[in-house]
Every structure is written in C-alpha cells, then in structure tokens.
C-alpha cells in the first residue's frame, strides 16, 4: 500500500487512471489502526483493480481539508481522479469498504 504525502497526492490520486482508494487517517485514530489490517487484505484481494493508498492527515493537513475529509476513519474511493463514494466514520468496516470496491469495479 503506497504511503501518500502532499508532494505525492496529486500525482497518484488526482491524476491517475483507473480505480485508487485512499484511507485517510491519524496515529492518534483507534479505529483507524483497527482498520489497517482488513484494508491491507483489502488490498492484497483486489489490488488488480484498485490502486490502494493510506494518507496520514497529521502529515497532510492541507490535503486532507481540500479533499473534505471530516472525520476519521475516512474512506474515499476516487476513479480517474473524481471522488466515487466516500465511507464516513459511521459507516466504515471491512464490510462496507469491500462491498464499495465491489459495487464500483464489478469485482
């Protein structure tokens, strides 16, 4: 899973092609980590048809903020650089985020 940063972000997300999921999150998210390993599973199973990312928002303040992400966990699901779905902390389990990468890539 490819670590993003401000200098990365654009590159890898805004501008690639295809299906890219990024997780959104922070050291100090308990949830957050207890996410990490399904999505990483997540990853492992459906790497073929999604470019699956993590942003740290500690580090990336600014880019979080541009991208509206409220709260965490976030999940957002972007093709061709444009926001597909989001996942709220509400909302988000291994489940939901797998069930989105489904619906959207027809995997």
Known sequence: MLELNRENFETEVLKKEGYVLVDY???SCEPCKAM???IEELAGK???K???TSL???KARRVAIGQRVLGLPTIILYKDGE???ELGADVVSAAAVEEMIRRH???
Do not use: L
């Open 36 to 38: 990490m390993p399904a």
């Open 105 to 107: 890539t027809g995997a």
């Open 83 to 85: 926001k597909c779905e």
């Open 25 to 27: 999150w922070s050291p």
């Open 56 to 58: 740290d928002i500690t």
């Open 46 to 48: 459906y790497g073929d």
């Open 50 to 52: 999604v470019h699956f």
